[in-house]
């Protein structure tokens, strides 16, 4: 068995987003030579991860959903911290 983790091809949308001071990295990816659907995923200035379930018919879909998560969520300010624990 082979743990090899398959090449990624990141859309031309993927980079970094700053307001009010707090900057992510946005990345829009999918397997690479695939017309698999595309993955968004935030990566704020820690290291802490968001990666949306769903996944994006196009690149530009993906990006339509971290700038709606951007203006539901009350700015970037909402990537900063981890969801809390559900007990």
Do not use: C, K
């Not at 707090?22 to 993955?39: C, K, L, Q, S």
């Not at 951007?70 to 300010?77: D, I, L, Q, Y």
């Amino acid at each position: 068995m082979t743990d090899e983790v398959p090449n990624r091809e990141f859309s031309d949308l993927t980079g970094r987003a700053t307001q009010d001071g707090v900057t992510v990295t946005v990345n829009v990816y999918r397997f690479a030579g695939t017309g698999d659907p595309w993955t968004l995923e935030v990566i704020d200035a820690t290291g802490w991860t968001t990666i949306w379930r769903e996944t994006f018919a196009s690149d530009e879909d993906a990006l339509d959903a971290f700038t709606d998560a951007v203006e539901a969520g009350g700015g970037m300010r909402a990537f900063l911290e981890p969801p809390p624990t559900l007990h």
